[in-house]
Each structure stands twice: as C-alpha cells, then as structure tokens.
C-alpha cells in the first residue's frame, strides 16, 4: 500500500468564489414564531456569514491543520485521506478513530495531543497511535459508486495493515460507530476492542430474542418520538441525497444551514450553538465540505446504509470487548440507550454516562472522552 503525505491546499479562487457567493445570498424571509422553531435561525445564519466572507481566515486554519500529519493512501481503488499520529513516547496502541455526519475528521483533532501524550496531560492510562481517516466522499477522501457500514471497515482494516499494525482498536461515532462495529463483527481477530460514544446500529428483536425490558421499551419509544420531529433530514438523505445535493452544493448559506442546524440540535448547546464551538471551528468545518464539494457525497452513506444491505441480522453478536461514553445531553435528544439494550448486540466491558455533552463529544468534551477511552484500553 503507498502512502503519500498529504497538504491541504486551497486555491486562492475557490476562497475568492466563496466569499462571491456568501456576498450575493438571496435570503428568504424570517420565519413566524420562536428563533429556530422551524429550522436555521436566518439572524444567526447573516451574522455568521457576514464573518465567513469578511473576517474568518481560512489560511491561518489550514496551517493550524497542517500542522498535523496528513496522507492519502489507495483504498479499493479511491483515495482516503487520514491523519497518523504515533504516541509521543514509547509504542503506543494503534487506535483508528471515525467520524460522523455531518462531521469531519476535524472534530476528532482534538484527542490528538490527549491520546498521543496521555501523561503530558494528566491522564492516567496507555499511549495511543491515532489514526483518523475521513470517511470515503467527505473532505479529501473519494467516494466510490457505493458505500456502508462493511465496505469502510473492510478498507480501515487493510488501512492499518498498510501502516503496519497486526492488532489495533477502533471507536467513533454515528457512522463511525457503525463503521467500528462492522470492523470486529466481521475481521475480530485483529480487532482489541472498540470504543463509541453512540450506539448507531440497531440489535436484533422480535421474535427468538428475549423480551424488553421497561427500560429498553422506554429507550423504543423515545427514539420513535424523536423520528417524528428531527428524522426528516434522514428521510431525504436516505432516498433523494442527489437532489438535496444541488442546492446545497451551489449555496454556502445553503450548506451551512443544513448542516448547523444539526450540531445545534445534537450538541450539548442548550440551544446556543456557540456554547462549545467556535465560529472558527464550524467555519473551518464547513469550508471544508465547501471546498472539498462533499456534502452530495457525504449524504449518500445515508441512502447506501439503508439500501445496500448494512444492516444487523439475527444471531450477529461483536464478540470483542465494547466500551461506551454515553454524552446524552443533546438539545433535541434521543437519549442513550440502557446498557441491555447494547448487551444484545455488544460484549460490554465499560459503561460510562457523561454528565455533559452530546453528540459531537470529541469536539464537545475532548478530555472526558479522552480519559474514557484510555481507561477502557487500559481494562482490556
């Protein structure tokens, strides 16, 4: 496998078309009612704009994230790009992390220093090689005709035995959870554990399983009362992403609200999505999906999951041990799941419940995830 190191680099035009469009928005009107009731706040949405196109710097985020370690390797075919970054000391345990939607390899940066250099900041546990990799179709990495849940894992397990790595662990979230998860439901052996901060496959039930309990009922209806006001956005994504794709892919107002609106909804923000994130960090991570034309591809994982067979099937069961940081705290929440509920498809070792932050926890609450995750190794 060849791997080449990678830069990022935007094109002074691509910047100079941004800041084009951002300045020519045709905005719709405000919405009745209370701020955010019927989506994307458009005094919030002016406000960030007007900082994306006339004062965000682009060009001191791109050095802060090339100071990391960045490549490109060949994955069945498609380029993926990844940050490698080894333990600061000794040999560290071989660790890929994997991000969501509407995410970025972006939101896991900030475990780095935490993993590779756990004793510089008094956490007590192993040191880690991180490897972060975007998911095919998001930022630098390429989409093929057709991805899931067991495609991407199958490509992260010949990924980290390119860098070298018989044994290694894996975690994430959202997709990134799904993408773990299929890592040791279908290769094991190489596989230590896997770590998540959400539970994003459904286990079997129904009929040869063992009835709810009231909490996995409660957990049941909970989820479904979710579905009914924050699903939307799936329903069009898992069935028309190509035509959701046009406007966002044509409008920066367009993208960033489609995609704030989720980490608003989803974070531990009690409503205020600058309570945990920057205007530089969500800039920076919308730009690069701007930049990159990603998001049409990024939605596809939801169409692909859903219609090409990545699904858990009767009698499956991850054999190798499983640690969950439940972050729970979401504005609009579906809550975590009860640790029965995750025991009908996982060997759990580690359960943990956060007292703060939600869906986005690496970027929410970089240190408590960091701690959690370096416990769990250190148990298995």
Sequence with gaps: ?????????????????????????????????????????????????????????????????????????????????????????????PLILTHGWPSSFLELLPLVPLLTDPKAHGIDGPAFDLVIPSLPGYGFSERPAQANYRTVARMWHELMHGLGYER??????????????????????????IHLTTMELWPPTGEGTRPL?????????????????????????????????YALNDSPAGLAAWILDKWRSWSDSGGDLEAHFSQDFLLTMLTLYWVTETITPSMRDYFDNRWSGAGIQPGDRVQVP???????????????????????????????????????????????????????????
């Design 322 to 380: 499983a640690g969950f940081a439940n972050f729970d705290n979401n504005h609009v929440s579906e809550g975590s799941p009860p640790r029965e509920w995750a025991e009908r498809l996982y060997d759990v070792r580690r359960w943990t419940s956060m007292p703060s932050g939600g869906h986005f926890a690496a970027a929410e609450e970089p240190e408590r995830l960091a701690r959690d995750i370096a416990a769990f190794f250190a148990e298995i």
């Design 213 to 245: 309990t009231e909490a996995e009922s409660n957990y049941v209806a909970q989820v479904r009362q979710w579905d009914e006001v924050e699903r939307g956005y799936s329903a069009i994504q898992s069935t028309r992403p190509q035509t959701l794709g």
């Design 1 to 93: 496998m060849q791997i080449t190191p990678f830069t990022i680099q935007v094109p002074d035009e691509v910047l100079s078309d941004l800041r084009a469009r951002i300045l020519n928005t045709r905005w719709p009107g405000q919405a009745p009612g209370a701020a955010w009731a019927q989506g994307t706040d458009l005094g919030y949405l002016k406000r960030l704009l007007g900082y994306w196109a006339d004062g965000f710097d682009w060009r001191a985020q791109e050095r802060r994230l090339n100071a990391f370690k960045h490549f490109r390797s060949e994955l069945g075919g498609i380029h993926i790009h990844f940050v490698h970054e080894r333990a600061r000391e000794g040999n560290g345990i």
């Design 168 to 193: 290694y662990g894996a975690g994430g979230g959202d997709f990134g959870a799904g993408v773990a998860t299929y890592m040791a439901l279908e290769n094991p052996a190489p596989v230590i554990g």
